[in-house]
Protein backbone atom coordinates (compact mmCIF):
# COMPACT_ATOMS: atom_id res chain seq x y z
CA UNK A 1 0.00 0.00 0.00
CA UNK A 2 1.89 2.77 -0.86
CA UNK A 3 0.26 6.50 0.40
CA UNK A 4 1.78 9.18 -1.15
CA UNK A 5 -1.31 11.78 -0.34
CA UNK A 6 1.44 13.86 1.88
CA UNK A 7 4.28 13.29 0.23
CA UNK A 8 4.16 15.37 -2.63
CA UNK A 9 2.78 18.27 0.18
CA UNK A 10 4.44 20.78 -0.79
CA UNK A 11 6.13 21.11 -4.59
CA UNK A 12 8.04 24.23 -4.70
CA UNK A 13 11.28 24.00 -4.73
CA UNK A 14 13.38 26.75 -4.80
CA UNK A 15 15.15 26.14 -7.90
CA UNK A 16 16.16 27.81 -10.88
CA UNK A 17 15.08 25.57 -13.46
CA UNK A 18 11.61 26.62 -14.17
CA UNK A 19 8.62 24.34 -15.09
CA UNK A 20 5.42 24.30 -15.94
CA UNK A 21 4.38 20.75 -16.13
CA UNK A 22 1.30 20.22 -13.54
CA UNK A 23 2.91 19.44 -10.09
CA UNK A 24 6.35 20.01 -10.88
CA UNK A 25 8.75 21.79 -9.22
CA UNK A 26 8.44 26.27 -9.49
CA UNK A 27 9.76 28.20 -11.84
CA UNK A 28 13.16 29.75 -11.58
CA UNK A 29 13.80 32.98 -9.29
CA UNK A 30 16.69 34.14 -11.54
CA UNK A 31 15.63 37.43 -12.77
CA UNK A 32 17.74 38.84 -15.95
CA UNK A 33 18.81 42.19 -16.09
CA UNK A 34 17.31 43.67 -19.21
CA UNK A 35 19.95 45.45 -20.32
CA UNK A 36 20.52 48.97 -21.02
CA UNK A 37 18.79 51.94 -22.84
CA UNK A 38 21.03 55.00 -22.79
CA UNK A 39 20.07 57.97 -25.03
CA UNK A 40 22.77 60.95 -24.23
CA UNK A 41 23.20 64.18 -25.06
CA UNK A 42 24.56 65.82 -28.01
CA UNK A 43 27.92 64.44 -28.75
CA UNK A 44 30.57 66.40 -30.25
CA UNK A 45 32.27 66.05 -33.62
CA UNK A 46 34.56 63.79 -34.66
CA UNK A 47 34.47 61.63 -30.75
CA UNK A 48 35.93 58.27 -31.03
CA UNK A 49 33.89 55.12 -30.18
CA UNK A 50 33.88 53.82 -26.53
CA UNK A 51 33.63 50.11 -25.99
CA UNK A 52 32.57 49.13 -22.08
CA UNK A 53 29.98 46.87 -20.52
CA UNK A 54 26.36 47.34 -21.03
CA UNK A 55 24.89 49.41 -18.58
CA UNK A 56 27.84 51.25 -17.33
CA UNK A 57 28.23 55.08 -18.08
CA UNK A 58 29.78 56.03 -21.01
CA UNK A 59 31.60 59.17 -20.97
CA UNK A 60 30.74 62.14 -23.99
CA UNK A 61 27.53 61.25 -25.91
CA UNK A 62 25.57 58.31 -27.46
CA UNK A 63 22.64 55.92 -26.41
CA UNK A 64 22.33 52.26 -25.89
CA UNK A 65 18.79 51.16 -27.30
CA UNK A 66 16.29 48.99 -25.81
CA UNK A 67 17.59 45.57 -25.89
CA UNK A 68 15.13 42.63 -27.22
CA UNK A 69 15.24 39.20 -25.80
CA UNK A 70 17.71 36.35 -26.36
CA UNK A 71 17.27 33.24 -28.08
CA UNK A 72 15.15 31.05 -25.93
CA UNK A 73 16.01 27.29 -25.35
CA UNK A 74 13.58 24.94 -26.42
CA UNK A 75 15.59 21.80 -24.67
CA UNK A 76 12.73 19.03 -24.02
CA UNK A 77 9.29 19.85 -23.68
CA UNK A 78 8.56 17.02 -20.39
CA UNK A 79 11.65 18.33 -18.91
CA UNK A 80 11.88 21.42 -16.72
CA UNK A 81 13.20 25.09 -18.91
CA UNK A 82 10.74 24.32 -21.48
CA UNK A 83 10.43 26.03 -24.83
CA UNK A 84 10.25 29.04 -24.14
CA UNK A 85 12.64 29.39 -21.27
CA UNK A 86 15.90 31.25 -21.99
CA UNK A 87 19.23 30.51 -20.75
CA UNK A 88 20.00 33.35 -18.40
CA UNK A 89 23.58 32.70 -17.50
CA UNK A 90 25.05 34.49 -21.11
CA UNK A 91 27.37 37.31 -20.64
CA UNK A 92 25.96 40.19 -22.14
CA UNK A 93 28.01 41.99 -24.96
CA UNK A 94 30.21 45.00 -25.01
CA UNK A 95 28.87 48.42 -26.47
CA UNK A 96 29.80 50.38 -29.11
CA UNK A 97 29.49 54.28 -29.13
CA UNK A 98 27.82 56.30 -32.23
CA UNK A 99 30.04 59.03 -33.60
CA UNK A 100 29.52 62.60 -34.84
CA UNK A 101 26.16 62.89 -34.77
CA UNK A 102 23.89 65.03 -32.61
CA UNK A 103 21.16 62.80 -30.71
CA UNK A 104 23.04 59.79 -32.30
CA UNK A 105 21.98 56.50 -30.37
CA UNK A 106 25.71 55.07 -28.88
CA UNK A 107 26.55 51.84 -26.96
CA UNK A 108 23.67 49.05 -28.27
CA UNK A 109 23.08 47.04 -24.40
CA UNK A 110 23.64 43.67 -24.52
CA UNK A 111 20.32 41.68 -25.37
CA UNK A 112 18.44 40.58 -21.80
CA UNK A 113 17.54 37.15 -21.77
CA UNK A 114 14.35 36.40 -21.87
CA UNK A 115 13.22 33.51 -20.16
CA UNK A 116 10.26 31.15 -19.19
CA UNK A 117 7.30 33.66 -19.80
CA UNK A 118 5.38 35.43 -16.99
CA UNK A 119 3.99 33.65 -14.06
CA UNK A 120 0.33 33.07 -13.49
CA UNK A 121 -0.40 33.14 -10.28
CA UNK A 122 -3.69 31.52 -9.21
CA UNK A 123 -6.18 28.94 -10.35
CA UNK A 124 -9.67 29.77 -11.74
CA UNK A 125 -12.08 31.96 -11.43
CA UNK A 126 -11.10 35.23 -9.33
CA UNK A 127 -8.11 33.87 -9.17
CA UNK A 128 -6.96 33.83 -12.60
CA UNK A 129 -3.50 35.34 -12.88
CA UNK A 130 -2.00 36.92 -15.88
CA UNK A 131 -0.20 39.53 -17.88
CA UNK A 132 -0.78 42.85 -17.86
CA UNK A 133 1.59 45.09 -18.77
CA UNK A 134 1.30 48.68 -17.29
CA UNK A 135 3.93 50.23 -19.21
CA UNK A 136 2.57 49.56 -23.18
CA UNK A 137 1.13 52.88 -23.07
CA UNK A 138 3.29 55.74 -24.10
CA UNK A 139 5.95 56.00 -21.68
CA UNK A 140 6.20 57.25 -18.42
CA UNK A 141 2.89 56.41 -17.89
CA UNK A 142 3.01 53.85 -15.34
CA UNK A 143 5.26 55.93 -12.81
CA UNK A 144 2.54 55.61 -10.40
CA UNK A 145 2.24 52.00 -10.21
CA UNK A 146 6.06 51.72 -10.32
CA UNK A 147 6.03 53.90 -7.35
CA UNK A 148 3.03 51.56 -5.00
CA UNK A 149 4.12 48.23 -6.22
CA UNK A 150 7.71 46.81 -4.22
CA UNK A 151 7.89 50.13 -2.13
CA UNK A 152 5.51 49.36 0.00
CA UNK A 153 6.56 46.57 1.72
CA UNK A 154 7.28 48.24 4.70
CA UNK A 155 4.15 49.84 5.02
CA UNK A 156 2.16 46.45 4.35
CA UNK A 157 -0.76 45.62 7.02
CA UNK A 158 -1.01 42.23 8.06
CA UNK A 159 -3.67 39.97 6.71
CA UNK A 160 -6.66 39.76 8.25
CA UNK A 161 -7.90 36.25 9.26
CA UNK A 162 -7.02 33.21 7.34
CA UNK A 163 -5.54 34.38 3.37
CA UNK A 164 -6.47 33.23 0.18
CA UNK A 165 -5.02 32.77 -2.56
CA UNK A 166 -6.13 35.81 -4.29
CA UNK A 167 -4.67 37.97 -1.48
CA UNK A 168 -1.73 35.59 -1.78
CA UNK A 169 -1.29 36.03 -5.21
CA UNK A 170 -1.53 39.71 -4.60
CA UNK A 171 0.81 39.84 -1.80
CA UNK A 172 3.11 37.80 -3.69
CA UNK A 173 2.80 40.41 -7.21
CA UNK A 174 3.58 43.15 -5.26
CA UNK A 175 5.90 42.80 -2.46
CA UNK A 176 8.18 40.34 -3.72
CA UNK A 177 12.14 41.23 -3.53
CA UNK A 178 12.71 40.82 -7.46
CA UNK A 179 9.46 42.85 -8.47
CA UNK A 180 11.22 45.74 -6.17
CA UNK A 181 14.19 45.10 -8.57
CA UNK A 182 12.48 45.19 -11.98
CA UNK A 183 10.34 48.19 -11.10
CA UNK A 184 13.38 49.72 -10.45
CA UNK A 185 14.57 48.70 -13.70
CA UNK A 186 11.76 49.77 -15.27
CA UNK A 187 12.16 53.39 -13.83
CA UNK A 188 15.43 53.76 -14.93
CA UNK A 189 14.31 52.98 -18.58
CA UNK A 190 11.79 55.92 -17.63
CA UNK A 191 14.58 58.21 -16.74
CA UNK A 192 16.46 56.86 -19.64
CA UNK A 193 13.78 57.67 -22.20
CA UNK A 194 13.58 61.21 -20.68
CA UNK A 195 16.89 61.19 -21.47
CA UNK A 196 16.34 60.94 -25.29
CA UNK A 197 13.78 63.37 -25.60
CA UNK A 198 15.62 65.95 -24.41
CA UNK A 199 18.67 64.72 -26.42
CA UNK A 200 18.65 67.74 -28.65
CA UNK A 201 18.64 70.53 -25.90
CA UNK A 202 22.57 71.94 -25.76
CA UNK A 203 24.96 71.50 -23.83
CA UNK A 204 26.19 74.27 -22.00
CA UNK A 205 29.95 74.76 -21.54
CA UNK A 206 30.37 77.53 -19.34
CA UNK A 207 34.39 77.90 -17.31
CA UNK A 208 34.75 80.31 -15.02
CA UNK A 209 38.06 81.68 -13.56
CA UNK A 210 40.57 83.74 -11.71
CA UNK A 211 44.19 83.90 -11.41
CA UNK A 212 47.17 85.78 -10.68
CA UNK A 213 49.74 87.70 -10.62
CA UNK A 214 49.40 89.64 -13.89
CA UNK A 215 52.22 92.07 -14.04
CA UNK A 216 51.22 96.06 -15.13
CA UNK A 217 50.12 96.44 -18.59
CA UNK A 218 49.44 100.35 -19.37
CA UNK A 219 49.22 102.26 -22.85
CA UNK A 220 46.55 105.08 -24.31
CA UNK A 221 43.92 102.43 -24.76
CA UNK A 222 44.34 102.62 -28.27
CA UNK A 223 46.58 99.92 -28.94
CA UNK A 224 50.07 102.16 -28.64
CA UNK A 225 53.08 102.21 -26.91
CA UNK A 226 53.24 101.28 -22.84
CA UNK A 227 52.80 104.91 -20.96
CA UNK A 228 54.82 103.27 -18.06
CA UNK A 229 58.35 101.57 -17.62
CA UNK A 230 56.56 98.39 -15.79
CA UNK A 231 54.81 97.66 -18.37
CA UNK A 232 58.06 96.91 -20.69
CA UNK A 233 59.10 93.19 -21.06
CA UNK A 234 62.50 91.89 -20.54
CA UNK A 235 63.06 93.44 -17.27
CA UNK A 236 61.92 92.49 -13.52
CA UNK A 237 60.07 95.49 -12.43
CA UNK A 238 56.64 94.38 -12.80
CA UNK A 239 55.01 97.38 -11.74
CA UNK A 240 51.18 97.19 -9.37
CA UNK A 241 50.57 93.57 -10.42
CA UNK A 242 47.21 92.64 -10.66
CA UNK A 243 44.77 89.57 -11.03
CA UNK A 244 42.64 88.57 -13.64
CA UNK A 245 39.06 87.01 -13.64
CA UNK A 246 37.55 85.47 -16.34
CA UNK A 247 34.75 83.26 -17.99
CA UNK A 248 33.54 81.81 -21.44
CA UNK A 249 30.96 79.77 -22.62
CA UNK A 250 29.82 77.63 -25.86
CA UNK A 251 26.71 75.92 -26.66
CA UNK A 252 25.29 74.14 -30.05
CA UNK A 253 21.52 73.85 -30.91
CA UNK A 254 20.82 71.23 -33.43
CA UNK A 255 18.63 72.41 -36.00
CA UNK A 256 18.20 69.54 -38.43
CA UNK A 257 19.63 66.24 -38.28
CA UNK A 258 18.50 64.56 -40.89
CA UNK A 259 15.87 62.59 -39.05
CA UNK A 260 18.47 61.08 -36.16
CA UNK A 261 17.09 62.99 -33.02
CA UNK A 262 13.39 61.66 -33.82
CA UNK A 263 14.47 58.22 -34.72
CA UNK A 264 16.55 58.30 -30.94
CA UNK A 265 13.76 59.27 -29.06
CA UNK A 266 11.48 56.99 -31.02
CA UNK A 267 14.06 54.03 -29.59
CA UNK A 268 14.22 55.40 -26.27
CA UNK A 269 10.46 55.60 -26.34
CA UNK A 270 10.77 51.50 -26.54
CA UNK A 271 12.65 51.60 -23.23
CA UNK A 272 9.47 51.22 -20.68
CA UNK A 273 8.09 49.17 -23.14
CA UNK A 274 10.85 46.58 -22.40
CA UNK A 275 11.08 47.21 -19.02
CA UNK A 276 7.02 46.98 -17.74
CA UNK A 277 7.10 43.53 -19.90
CA UNK A 278 9.94 41.98 -17.80
CA UNK A 279 8.43 43.54 -14.42
CA UNK A 280 5.50 41.78 -15.86
CA UNK A 281 6.96 38.36 -16.17
CA UNK A 282 8.54 38.72 -13.07
CA UNK A 283 5.21 39.46 -11.08
CA UNK A 284 3.17 37.03 -13.04
CA UNK A 285 6.48 34.20 -12.21
CA UNK A 286 6.15 35.26 -7.98
CA UNK A 287 2.03 34.66 -8.50
CA UNK A 288 2.58 31.40 -9.69
CA UNK A 289 4.94 30.52 -6.94
CA UNK A 290 2.63 31.45 -4.80
CA UNK A 291 -0.28 29.53 -6.30
CA UNK A 292 2.12 26.73 -6.24
CA UNK A 293 3.12 27.16 -3.06
CA UNK A 294 -0.86 27.12 -1.79
CA UNK A 295 -2.32 24.24 -3.92
CA UNK A 296 1.05 22.29 -2.10
CA UNK A 297 -0.17 23.37 1.37
CA UNK A 298 -3.93 22.28 0.44
CA UNK A 299 -2.44 18.72 -1.23
CA UNK A 300 -0.61 17.97 2.11
CA UNK A 301 -3.69 19.07 4.40
CA UNK A 302 -5.48 17.34 2.62
CA UNK A 303 -3.12 14.12 2.70
CA UNK A 304 -2.95 14.09 6.42
CA UNK A 305 -6.43 13.59 6.70
CA UNK A 306 -6.85 10.83 4.41
CA UNK A 307 -3.63 9.46 6.43
CA UNK A 308 -5.94 9.96 9.59
CA UNK A 309 -8.99 8.31 7.95
CA UNK A 310 -6.85 5.19 7.01
CA UNK A 311 -5.25 5.02 10.13
CA UNK A 312 -8.37 5.06 12.17
CA UNK A 313 -9.59 2.45 9.78
CA UNK A 314 -6.66 -0.28 10.27
CA UNK A 315 -6.86 0.39 14.39
CA UNK A 316 -10.13 -0.64 13.80
CA UNK A 317 -9.55 -3.87 12.32
CA UNK A 318 -6.43 -4.24 14.51
CA UNK A 319 -8.55 -4.07 17.43
CA UNK A 320 -10.81 -6.60 15.87
CA UNK A 321 -8.44 -9.04 15.25
CA UNK A 322 -6.67 -8.89 18.75
CA UNK A 323 -10.64 -9.20 20.14
CA UNK A 324 -11.15 -13.11 17.68
CA UNK A 325 -7.37 -13.87 18.85
CA UNK A 326 -8.17 -13.83 22.31
CA UNK A 327 -11.28 -16.23 21.65
CA UNK A 328 -9.19 -18.37 19.69
CA UNK A 329 -11.11 -17.64 16.36
CA UNK A 330 -10.10 -20.09 13.34
CA UNK A 331 -11.42 -16.56 11.29
CA UNK A 332 -7.44 -15.06 11.71
CA UNK A 333 -4.13 -15.75 12.86
CA UNK A 334 -1.14 -14.22 14.36
CA UNK A 335 0.06 -13.35 10.66
CA UNK A 336 -2.58 -11.34 10.57
CA UNK A 337 -1.75 -8.77 13.44
CA UNK A 338 1.38 -8.57 11.71
CA UNK A 339 -0.14 -7.87 8.62
CA UNK A 340 -1.83 -4.94 10.04
CA UNK A 341 0.97 -3.36 12.15
CA UNK A 342 3.29 -2.96 8.60
CA UNK A 343 0.44 -1.10 7.00
CA UNK A 344 -0.24 0.94 10.35
CA UNK A 345 3.67 1.75 10.87
CA UNK A 346 3.62 2.55 6.55
CA UNK A 347 0.91 4.99 7.25
CA UNK A 348 3.01 6.51 10.18
CA UNK A 349 5.85 7.00 8.13
CA UNK A 350 3.50 8.81 4.99
CA UNK A 351 2.17 10.82 8.04
CA UNK A 352 6.05 12.32 8.84
CA UNK A 353 6.73 13.37 5.33
CA UNK A 354 3.20 14.63 4.37
CA UNK A 355 3.64 16.95 7.65
CA UNK A 356 7.32 18.37 6.49
CA UNK A 357 5.52 19.31 3.09
CA UNK A 358 3.23 20.89 5.26
CA UNK A 359 5.66 22.96 6.55
CA UNK A 360 7.55 23.75 3.95
CA UNK A 361 4.69 24.93 1.76
CA UNK A 362 3.53 27.08 4.84
CA UNK A 363 6.72 28.52 5.25
CA UNK A 364 7.09 29.06 1.17
CA UNK A 365 3.67 30.98 1.53
CA UNK A 366 5.07 33.19 4.24
CA UNK A 367 8.51 34.23 1.99
CA UNK A 368 6.13 35.24 -1.11
CA UNK A 369 3.69 36.98 0.98
CA UNK A 370 6.94 38.97 2.56
CA UNK A 371 5.48 38.11 6.22
CA UNK A 372 6.96 39.92 9.29
CA UNK A 373 8.63 37.35 11.45
CA UNK A 374 6.47 37.69 14.12
CA UNK A 375 2.91 38.10 11.84
CA UNK A 376 0.89 34.84 12.02
CA UNK A 377 -0.05 33.48 8.77
CA UNK A 378 -2.77 31.09 8.66
CA UNK A 379 -4.29 29.70 5.67
CA UNK A 380 -7.78 28.78 4.26
CA UNK A 381 -8.79 25.37 3.41
CA UNK A 382 -9.74 24.41 0.08
CA UNK A 383 -11.03 21.23 -1.35
CA UNK A 384 -8.56 20.85 -4.29
CA UNK A 385 -11.24 18.85 -6.16
CA UNK A 386 -13.23 21.25 -8.34
CA UNK A 387 -17.21 20.96 -7.14
CA UNK A 388 -18.29 21.58 -10.89
CA UNK A 389 -16.86 20.24 -14.20
CA UNK A 390 -14.53 22.94 -15.97
CA UNK A 391 -14.46 23.46 -19.86
CA UNK A 392 -10.91 23.72 -20.75
CA UNK A 393 -9.90 25.99 -23.67
CA UNK A 394 -9.00 24.48 -26.62
CA UNK A 395 -5.37 24.49 -28.08
CA UNK A 396 -5.95 26.98 -30.72
CA UNK A 397 -7.86 29.58 -28.32
CA UNK A 398 -4.82 29.04 -25.65
CA UNK A 399 -2.32 30.22 -28.66
CA UNK A 400 -3.72 33.00 -29.64
CA UNK A 401 -4.55 34.63 -26.39
CA UNK A 402 -0.74 33.87 -25.51
CA UNK A 403 -0.23 35.60 -28.76
CA UNK A 404 -1.31 38.90 -28.07
CA UNK A 405 -1.02 38.93 -24.52
CA UNK A 406 2.73 37.54 -23.46
CA UNK A 407 4.88 40.29 -22.33
CA UNK A 408 8.00 38.64 -23.94
CA UNK A 409 6.77 38.78 -26.92
CA UNK A 410 6.12 42.84 -26.65
CA UNK A 411 9.11 43.25 -25.46
CA UNK A 412 10.96 41.38 -28.35
CA UNK A 413 8.20 43.80 -30.50
CA UNK A 414 9.54 47.08 -28.75
CA UNK A 415 13.26 45.32 -28.86
CA UNK A 416 13.23 45.29 -33.07
CA UNK A 417 11.25 48.91 -33.26
CA UNK A 418 14.42 50.37 -31.45
CA UNK A 419 16.81 48.70 -33.54
CA UNK A 420 15.42 49.63 -36.53
CA UNK A 421 15.97 53.09 -35.68
CA UNK A 422 19.50 51.93 -34.85
CA UNK A 423 19.77 51.30 -37.89
CA UNK A 424 18.04 54.71 -39.43
CA UNK A 425 20.46 56.80 -37.30
CA UNK A 426 23.55 54.85 -38.40
CA UNK A 427 22.40 55.41 -42.15
CA UNK A 428 21.86 59.02 -41.46
CA UNK A 429 25.17 59.38 -39.63
CA UNK A 430 26.89 59.80 -43.19
CA UNK A 431 25.14 63.27 -43.30
CA UNK A 432 26.39 66.40 -41.64
CA UNK A 433 24.13 68.53 -39.06
CA UNK A 434 23.08 71.85 -39.04
CA UNK A 435 23.21 73.85 -35.88
CA UNK A 436 22.87 77.37 -34.74
CA UNK A 437 26.18 77.71 -32.05
CA UNK A 438 27.14 80.06 -29.41
CA UNK A 439 29.54 81.70 -27.99
CA UNK A 440 31.11 84.40 -25.58
CA UNK A 441 33.94 85.21 -23.81
CA UNK A 442 34.49 88.06 -20.98
CA UNK A 443 37.88 88.61 -19.60
CA UNK A 444 38.83 91.60 -16.72
CA UNK A 445 42.57 92.53 -15.00
CA UNK A 446 42.93 94.69 -12.63
CA UNK A 447 46.80 95.62 -13.72
CA UNK A 448 46.14 95.93 -17.53
CA UNK A 449 44.35 98.73 -19.67
CA UNK A 450 41.10 98.10 -21.38
CA UNK A 451 42.16 98.48 -25.27
CA UNK A 452 39.06 100.85 -26.85
CA UNK A 453 39.80 100.45 -30.26
CA UNK A 454 38.46 97.52 -32.41
CA UNK A 455 41.63 96.97 -33.99
CA UNK A 456 43.58 96.47 -30.83
CA UNK A 457 44.21 92.70 -29.22
CA UNK A 458 43.42 92.71 -25.68
CA UNK A 459 44.28 89.46 -23.95
CA UNK A 460 43.39 90.88 -20.62
CA UNK A 461 40.18 92.73 -20.52
CA UNK A 462 38.34 91.08 -23.73
CA UNK A 463 34.56 91.09 -23.86
CA UNK A 464 33.18 89.14 -27.09
CA UNK A 465 30.09 87.08 -27.91
CA UNK A 466 28.45 85.64 -30.95
CA UNK A 467 25.36 83.25 -32.42
CA UNK A 468 26.02 81.69 -36.10
CA UNK A 469 25.32 78.59 -38.71
CA UNK A 470 27.83 75.44 -38.29
CA UNK A 471 27.35 72.02 -39.77
CA UNK A 472 29.41 69.50 -38.39
CA UNK A 473 30.11 65.93 -39.50
CA UNK A 474 32.58 63.07 -39.63
CA UNK A 475 34.52 61.75 -42.89
CA UNK A 476 35.37 58.55 -40.79
CA UNK A 477 33.63 56.38 -43.74
CA UNK A 478 35.11 52.76 -43.03
CA UNK A 479 33.96 53.11 -39.15
CA UNK A 480 30.44 54.36 -40.35
CA UNK A 481 30.30 51.36 -42.91
CA UNK A 482 31.17 48.77 -40.49
CA UNK A 483 28.65 49.98 -37.57
CA UNK A 484 25.83 50.04 -40.23
CA UNK A 485 26.38 46.74 -41.24
CA UNK A 486 26.47 45.46 -37.29
CA UNK A 487 23.34 47.10 -36.28
CA UNK A 488 21.93 45.59 -39.17
CA UNK A 489 22.63 42.52 -38.35
CA UNK A 490 21.61 42.75 -34.82
CA UNK A 491 18.21 43.48 -35.90
CA UNK A 492 18.38 40.77 -37.98
CA UNK A 493 19.20 38.57 -35.20
CA UNK A 494 16.42 40.07 -33.13
CA UNK A 495 13.93 39.35 -35.91
CA UNK A 496 15.40 35.63 -35.84
CA UNK A 497 14.84 35.51 -31.94
CA UNK A 498 11.46 36.55 -32.54
CA UNK A 499 10.75 33.37 -34.48
CA UNK A 500 12.57 31.29 -32.12
CA UNK A 501 10.67 32.50 -29.31
CA UNK A 502 7.41 32.37 -30.76
CA UNK A 503 8.02 28.98 -31.45
CA UNK A 504 9.07 28.49 -27.96
CA UNK A 505 6.11 30.25 -26.71
CA UNK A 506 3.86 27.73 -29.18
CA UNK A 507 5.52 24.55 -27.65
CA UNK A 508 5.01 25.77 -24.23
CA UNK A 509 1.07 26.49 -24.59
CA UNK A 510 1.01 23.22 -25.96
CA UNK A 511 2.64 20.93 -23.66
CA UNK A 512 0.95 22.69 -20.43
CA UNK A 513 -2.67 22.40 -22.59
CA UNK A 514 -1.71 18.75 -22.77
CA UNK A 515 -1.07 18.09 -19.14
CA UNK A 516 -3.84 19.99 -18.17
CA UNK A 517 -6.54 17.81 -20.46
CA UNK A 518 -4.65 14.97 -18.96
CA UNK A 519 -4.72 16.02 -15.51
CA UNK A 520 -7.85 16.85 -15.52
CA UNK A 521 -8.70 13.48 -17.13
CA UNK A 522 -6.82 11.38 -14.65
CA UNK A 523 -8.77 13.46 -11.65
CA UNK A 524 -11.99 12.40 -12.88
CA UNK A 525 -11.29 8.97 -13.41
CA UNK A 526 -9.19 8.67 -10.09
CA UNK A 527 -12.29 10.38 -8.58
CA UNK A 528 -14.54 7.35 -9.39
CA UNK A 529 -11.78 4.88 -8.38
CA UNK A 530 -12.22 6.15 -4.57
CA UNK A 531 -16.07 5.99 -4.75
CA UNK A 532 -15.51 2.00 -5.90
CA UNK A 533 -12.47 1.83 -3.59
CA UNK A 534 -14.59 3.14 -0.43
CA UNK A 535 -17.40 0.67 -1.41
CA UNK A 536 -15.33 -2.18 -1.48
CA UNK A 537 -13.21 -1.39 1.81
CA UNK A 538 -17.05 -0.79 3.53
CA UNK A 539 -17.88 -4.21 1.78
CA UNK A 540 -14.49 -5.65 3.16
CA UNK A 541 -14.61 -4.10 6.65
CA UNK A 542 -18.50 -5.67 6.95
CA UNK A 543 -17.46 -9.15 5.68
CA UNK A 544 -14.74 -9.19 8.09
CA UNK A 545 -16.78 -8.33 11.14
CA UNK A 546 -19.52 -10.83 10.55
CA UNK A 547 -16.53 -12.80 10.09
CA UNK A 548 -17.02 -13.88 6.21
CA UNK A 549 -14.14 -11.96 5.05
CA UNK A 550 -10.71 -12.90 5.52
CA UNK A 551 -7.62 -10.55 5.89
CA UNK A 552 -6.18 -10.11 3.04
CA UNK A 553 -9.43 -8.97 1.40
CA UNK A 554 -9.50 -6.85 3.81
CA UNK A 555 -5.77 -5.37 3.53
CA UNK A 556 -6.40 -4.99 -0.18
CA UNK A 557 -9.38 -3.13 0.12
CA UNK A 558 -7.66 -0.35 2.29
CA UNK A 559 -4.70 -0.74 0.25
CA UNK A 560 -6.68 0.34 -2.70
CA UNK A 561 -8.79 2.91 -1.21
CA UNK A 562 -5.28 4.69 0.00
CA UNK A 563 -4.20 4.73 -3.20
CA UNK A 564 -6.90 5.85 -4.83
CA UNK A 565 -7.48 8.62 -2.21
CA UNK A 566 -3.77 9.61 -3.05
CA UNK A 567 -3.90 9.34 -6.21
CA UNK A 568 -7.27 11.44 -6.27
CA UNK A 569 -6.05 14.76 -4.47
CA UNK A 570 -2.29 14.53 -6.59
CA UNK A 571 -4.68 14.67 -9.73
CA UNK A 572 -6.40 17.44 -8.41
CA UNK A 573 -3.43 19.28 -7.33
CA UNK A 574 -2.08 19.23 -10.76
CA UNK A 575 -5.61 20.05 -12.10
CA UNK A 576 -5.37 23.49 -10.06
CA UNK A 577 -1.97 24.06 -10.49
CA UNK A 578 -2.22 22.67 -14.35
CA UNK A 579 -4.97 25.80 -14.77
CA UNK A 580 -2.67 28.48 -12.95
CA UNK A 581 0.11 26.73 -15.39
CA UNK A 582 -2.17 27.61 -18.45
CA UNK A 583 -2.60 30.77 -16.99
CA UNK A 584 0.68 31.90 -16.93
CA UNK A 585 1.66 30.67 -19.98
CA UNK A 586 -1.12 32.36 -22.46
CA UNK A 587 -0.94 35.45 -20.23
CA UNK A 588 -3.67 36.13 -18.57
CA UNK A 589 -4.81 39.00 -16.79
CA UNK A 590 -5.00 38.73 -12.54
CA UNK A 591 -8.68 39.77 -11.26
CA UNK A 592 -6.34 41.74 -8.86
CA UNK A 593 -4.83 43.90 -11.56
CA UNK A 594 -7.69 44.50 -13.42
Sequence with gaps: MLLTGGVAGAQLSPTTAPSNAPGTGAPGTAAPSPGNLSPA??????????????????????????????????????????????????????STTMQGT???AAPKAGTPAVGTPGAAEGGPGDNAPGNDVSGNGPPGDSASEVAQAPGARAGTKPPQGPITLARLVARARTQDARVAEASAELRK????????????????????????????????????????????????NFGDVGVTVFSTG?????????????????????????????RERVRAEAGFQAAQAYYGYQLARAGLKQLEDVSKRLKDASDRIDALLKEDSDQVSKLDTYKLGYFRHLVESQR??????????????????????????????????????VKLPDLETALREASERRPELK???????????????RERSYYPDLGLAGF???????????????????????????????????????????QLEQARAELDKLRAQEQTLKAGIQLEVTQVQGQLVAAYARAKSFTEAERNAKRWATAAYAAFDLGTGDTRELVDAFS?????????????????????SLERVTGAVPATDE
Design 189 to 236: FQALYQQAKWAWFPKFEITLGAGGPVPEARNNGLGGPPTTEASLEGDW
Design 41 to 94: TIPSPGTSGSQGRPGSSTSGSGSALPPGPSPVNPGQAAEAGNAAQSATTTAPKT
Design 102 to 104: PGA
Design 560 to 580: ALAQASAERGKSWHDVRLGLA
Design 411 to 425: AITAGIIAREQEVLI
Design 352 to 389: ASAVQGEQFALTAIRLLASAAPDEPVEVVEEDLPLRED
Design 440 to 482: YDIRWTSSATRQRSQFAYDPFNDRTAGLGLVLRGTFDIPIKDA
Design 250 to 278: NAVLPLYTFGKLTALEKAGAQGPIVGAAL
